[in-house]
């Protein structure tokens, strides 16, 4: 496909294979939202350039130069690099003063074990509440969850995203619109497992009652589990020594944990998103932000405890097994991330999709873009960081529309998603940076590749040891012929459960799901519920693909999917509680049945 030096597309192919070319206006208001001017054909020159290297190689360079390690270590190069030179980020500085070169050393391939073959469940944390939560799942059960799923044979454990959302009320439900993608949302803490938490205190005591109160209704009321959780939290906040382990946490987080801090606490004294603030606190280098930082002392700790907090209990939870996290592909445009990455994102801009077949008007997800020249300008920082807090503590991690890393669909101010075209990023730097970052982490990808995909995007997967995403939903062959290098399921959070195709109490279903659960299971269509979900999953158990997985909605035969895209107040989007708590579903026999057949695989 071509494009222009700024990376926007001529036009697309649509899901019917019609051409889409893209028109004049919109390539123009694009260049401006990038930064430049309607006419320009090309984007400025970046002021530090950046090199990409293979790990291993030994190319040439044009002059000698000091290279300073991201270790700290510095070596000299007269006519080559050293061979010989550790994967990461270093700066590679000519003699003879000319600028630095952010150079990035990168493995060819993303982590990924010989012989990996395992299934795990799949979990809303949110919705996956025990008795002793409030209102809402936590870090504990996760937990929990953990150990039960070690018991039965799983090797891993997929969650949605636990990414910060907006300080305050009202709280953001949908996982996938966080404020920032670094850091996480303190509603996931376990309040019993906060340093310094007495039962016997009458304050807590009578919170946890409230909490445990939040149970009895199904729909999920994240305003008052908040309100509970923050006043308990700044109690226990106010009776918090001295723990070496903070003080190491908050050196270890730097600039982007107390920027981050900062950000929530203008949040909470100005309300809004960023850009209706006071002028003199849009941006975080304004003098003005750094006195409200010295007189806010005290509260951007408390922000960076919770953060603390939210680390060790993830932690535990990781330390029973392996987590499979799951990287959102934007943020809201109000939060933390856009403030400050401000000067590298595409204003007037929002990503979504074109119209298809399955949505005529297509889809508008109200994030912004990075400029892809200004990524690449600050040598892709923002990109590592993002990457690299999502595979803390996790062993594998899901990218949601990993074409993300390839191209976005931009839509300009104003306009329809018919309107809008395609940007392509440098999409083999991109996925070197997810490649160091997987291999230091010791963490198997998972792209989310589901709907139009490039042949060649596929390819570029596979070849990066990133695993693909088939769905029973979606593929035409049996479970049986999908591929090895995948992560195989029924479903997803945002397409239907199986209960609610077998009982068609999903109208959005099509009845060719149904027909599909059929000619899958080989079950006479009278047949209950829990024989379909567990012989739909006996039959995904002959996947050879190397990670499988089960939703917990399937197993305890819920009829409501978590999400239906399209919808916003129709109905509680990302906010149903699992009908029945970690407890039931530990003694569910359907859900152990499931599990069964999924263990087989790892031996057979």
Not at 382 to 396: I, N, S, W
Request: with cysteine.
């Amino acid at each position: 496909m071509s494009r222009d030096a700024w990376g926007i597309e001529d036009g697309y192919w649509d899901i019917a294979g019609q051409w889409h070319e893209t028109p004049e206006p919109t390539r123009r208001a694009l260049r401006v939202a990038m930064g430049g001017l309607s006419d320009e054909a090309d984007p400025p020159p970046a002021s530090r350039p950046v090199w990409f290297v293979r790990h291993g190689t030994t190319p040439a360079i044009d002059r000698p130069a000091e290279l300073a390690l991201e270790d700290g270590a510095h070596l000299t190069a007269t006519t080559t690099l050293p061979p010989d030179l550790p994967p990461g980020y270093h700066d590679l500085r000519p003699s003879d003063g000319g600028p630095t070169t952010r150079l990035i050393v990168a493995p060819k391939r993303c982590h990924l074990p010989d012989g990996l073959r395992t299934w795990g469940w799949s979990a809303q944390l949110y919705a996956t509440r025990s008795r002793a939560s409030w209102g809402i799942g936590d870090l504990g059960d996760l937990a929990t969850l953990a150990r039960w799923s070690a018991h039965l044979g799983a090797g891993v454990l997929g969650i949605n995203p636990l990414h910060a959302v907006q300080p305050g009320p009202p709280q953001e439900p949908s996982p996938y619109f966080p404020s920032s993608r670094r850091f996480r949302n303190p509603l996931y803490l376990r309040i019993e497992d906060v340093p310094g938490f007495a039962p016997g205190d009458a304050s807590l005591a009578l919170a946890a009652e409230a909490g445990r109160a939040l149970n009895d209704e199904r729909v999920i009321d994240r305003d008052q589990v908040y309100a509970l959780k923050l006043s308990a939290l700044e109690l226990l906040w106010s009776m918090f020594g001295d723990d070496p382990r903070f003080d190491v946490y908050v050196a270890r987080g730097g600039s982007a944990l107390r920027q981050f801090a900062v950000y929530c606490t203008l949040a909470e004294r100005h309300g809004g998103g960023w850009t209706t603030w006071p002028s003199e606190f849009r941006r975080p280098d304004n003098p003005s932000v750094t006195r409200f930082a010295a007189a806010q002392h005290q509260r951007i700790r408390f922000h960076c405890w919770l953060q603390w907090l939210l680390d060790e209990q993830l932690a535990t939870a990781g330390a029973e097994m392996a987590l499979l996290g799951d990287l959102a592909v934007g943020f809201d445009p109000e939060g933390a991330d856009a403030w400050v990455w401000q000067d590298t994102i595409a204003h007037g801009v929002h990503v979504g999709a074109p119209p298809d077949a399955f949505n005529a008007d297509g889809q508008d997800w109200g994030f912004q873009p990075f400029v892809p020249w200004k990524l690449r300008a600050v040598g892709y920082e923002p990109l590592v960081q993002t990457v690299r807090a999502a595979l803390e503590h996790c062993g594998a991690l899901r990218i949601d529309h990993v074409m993300g890393l390839f191209r976005l669909f931009w839509i300009h101010e104003g306009g329809e998603p018919a309107d809008g075209t395609y940007v392509r990023f440098p999409d083999n730097e991109l996925l070197d940076i997810v490649a160091l970052e997987s291999q230091r982490a010791g963490a198997v990808i998972v792209g989310e590749d589901l709907g139009t995909v490039e042949d060649e995007v596929r390819q570029q997967l596979t070849e990066r040891a990133v695993l693909s995403y088939r769905l029973v939903w979606f593929e035409d062959e049996a479970p049986k012929e999908f591929p090895t290098q995948a992560l195989a399921a029924v479903t997803t959070h945002d397409l239907p459960t199986i209960a609610g195709v077998w009982s068609g109490t999903d109208e959005q279903a099509s009845g060719e799901l149904r027909d599909r659960l059929v000619q899958l299971t080989a079950l006479p269509e009278s047949s209950v519920v829990d024989d379909v979900v567990t012989a739909a999953h006996a039959r995904l158990a002959e996947a050879p693909s190397m990670v499988v997985t089960a939703t917990l909605e399937d197993a305890l035969r819920v009829d409501e999917r978590p999400n239906l895209p399209g919808t916003t107040t129709e109905r509680p989007n990302w906010s149903l509680a699992l009908p029945r708590t970690l407890e039931e579903l530990m003694d569910d026999p359907v859900a152990t049945e499931v599990a069964e057949s999924l263990t087989v695989r790892r031996t057979d």
